[in-house]
C-alpha cells in the first residue's frame, strides 16, 4: 500500500498537534502483535521503562506523551500486555530517527528485538525514505542483524546535546520569533 501522510491536527487520543500517521499497521505472530496505533500504548509502562534507562533516565511523563504523540511508535502486545516499544521521529517525506527500543526483560532473547526492527523497517512509511538514524550505545548486534551499518566517519554526524530531558516540555522557553 502506498503510503499517504496526512497533516491532521488531532491523533487518536483527540490531542492537539499531533501527527496523524495515516493508515495503521499491525504485525501477527502467534499471540503476539505489533501495532501502529498509539491508543493500544500503556503510557505507564513505557514511561516506567524509559525513566530508568540510561538514554532517557528520568524522563517525566508529560515530555514523553508530548515525544509519543508526534512520533510513529510502535507497540509490541503479548495479548493485549505491552512488552516492548520503538519510536520514529520523521518528517514523514524523507528522515526518521529510531528511539527508545526495547523489550521488557522477561521476553528478551526470543528474536522480538529483530522482529520489531523489521516491522518497523516494513513500514511503508519508513520503507520510503531517503535515510534512517539511530542512536546507540547498547545493542549495536540489533541494529546491524536489521542492515543499519555505523557510519565510522569523523566530522560527519554533528550533535547539539542539552540537558532538557528532565524539564518537563511545557517549561520550555520557545520564542516567538528571531530577530
Ligand atoms: C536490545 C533489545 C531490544 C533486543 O531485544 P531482544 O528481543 O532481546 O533481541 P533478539 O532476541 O531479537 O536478538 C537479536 C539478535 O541478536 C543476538 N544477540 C542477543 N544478544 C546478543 C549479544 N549480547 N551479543 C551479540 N548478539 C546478541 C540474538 O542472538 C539475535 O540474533 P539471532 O536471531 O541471529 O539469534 C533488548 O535486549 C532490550 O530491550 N534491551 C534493553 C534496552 C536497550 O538496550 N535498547 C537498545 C537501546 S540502543
Known sequence: MKYQPRSVIADNN??????NDGPL??????????STDRRLLDIDFIH?????????????????????RHSLCFGLYRKKRQIGFARVVTDHATFAWLSDVFITAEYRGNGLGQWLM??????????GLHRIMLYASQAPWLYAKAGYEPINQPDRVWTITQPAIDQPCGALHIPQSVH
Open 14 to 19: 483527540n490531542q492537539p498537534n499531533a501527527v
Open 25 to 34: 499497521f499491525t504485525w501477527h505472530k502467534g499471540a503476539l502483535t505489533i
Open 48 to 68: 516506567h521503562f524509559l525513566r530508568h534507562s540510561h538514554w532517557a533516565q528520568g524522563i517525566d511523563r508529560a515530555t514523553l506523551e508530548h515525544a509519543i
Open 118 to 127: 523489521r516491522s518497523c523497517l516494513e513500514h511503508p512509511l519508513m520503507s
